[in-house]
């Protein structure tokens, strides 16, 4: 074989990097070591895999066309080298997930994953949907778990589970008690909401197509209980989904509202890279999240 693990290790990193110094520190080698193994890379097969930018090494078409293959083959290499040091059948895997699915259903689902094979090692990231697929696309992340519908050639999505966001107001607001909310109503009242980016918000400006434009947003903020407590103390009307608010509905520290003439249903999905080897570590989560 003309190629080494160790010298595509040194082409991922820095592809991710964008400079080989990062990219070594990140491998914990000499800078030197790591611009030897990216040149020898290039010179066995006479060809450029960066286009070099100042001090920043940019992916050309040939490095983008070995990318994915690169990854995979990796990926494959260490599940090969868990299984001869471990003995494990399957090996860490790096997952995001969006605020929502991240606080209120990843963490339950890797708490029972954790509680039934405790050497799993499974990391999770939570961020906004447009930040998620993002990593994503960049192979940061083996699979993402997202709220808002993307559209993305180099993505494969997959529909996990329903969901529905909830209009809500504090106990103490004039709608509180109101049988129907009417788009006027909707209007005429301040929103606290989550920020643009994330599948929440991308799901409640579908939900008042018509009527979005007069809608006043008082607040955006980027926390699910941040807006629950804006909410309570009166700052507006709030829009999440059901899951989040679940135990404040039951309290009594929030109040749903019956908005039956828009529509607040949304589907939960998996995205992973087209491209990226689906390891028995990425699977067994696939089949943890599927199960619950």
């Known amino acids: ?25 990140s491998l914990a080698m000499s800078q030197s070591a790591a611009s030897s193994a990216l040149k020898e890379l290039e010179s066995q097969f ?23 293959r690169a990854e995979a083959l990796l990926e494959q290499a260490r599940e090969v080298e868990q299984a001869l040091m471990q003995h494990k059948d399957a090996g860490p895997v790096k997952v995001g997930a969006t605020l929502t699915i991240g606080n209120y259903l990843a963490v339950s689902i890797l708490s029972r994953l ?16 447009q930040q998620i697929m993002e990593r994503v696309l960049n192979y940061d992340l083996d699979i993402g778990m997202i709220e808002g519908e993307v559209q993305h050639s180099e993505l494969e999505i997959i529909a996990w ?12 607001h ?5 049988q129907l909310i009417s788009d006027q109503d909707l209007v005429d009242n301040h929103w606290v909401l ?36 804006a909410v309570s103390s009166g700052l507006g009307l709030g829009c999440l989904s ?24 949304r589907t939960l999905y998996f995205i992973m890279h087209k491209k ?17």
Not at 209 to 215: A, E, R, T, V
Not at 283 to 292: A, G, K, T, V
């Open 114 to 129: 954790k509680s039934e094979q405790p050497e799993a090692e499974v990391s999770l990231s939570v961020a906004n949907t």
């Open 174 to 178: 004039p709608l509180a008690k109101q």
């Open 161 to 172: 589970r329903e969901d529905d966001l909830c209009v809500f107001c504090a106990p103490g």
């Open 194 to 229: 989550r920020e643009t980016g994330s599948g929440t918000r991308q799901a409640f400006d579908r939900a008042l197509h018509g009527i979005l434009s007069n809608i006043k947003v008082n607040l955006e903020l980027q926390h699910t209980e941040a807006i629950k407590n």
């Open 46 to 68: 006479d060809i450029l895999l960066f286009d070099r930018v100042g001090k920043r090494l940019q992916l050309n078409e040939q490095g983008r066309l070995i990318r994915s």
């Open 276 to 292: 990226k080897y689906r390891s028995a570590g990425v699977q067994r989560w696939l089949d943890y999240c599927e199960s619950m």
């Open 1 to 25: 074989m003309r190629f080494s693990l160790r010298q595509l290790e040194v082409f991922l990193a820095t592809a991710h990097f964008q400079n080989v110094s990062k990219a070594a520190d």
């Open 242 to 265: 059901r899951i989040s608010l679940q135990e404040a509905f039951k309290r009594g520290d929030l109040i749903e509202l019956n908005v039956p003439q828009r529509d607040f249903e």
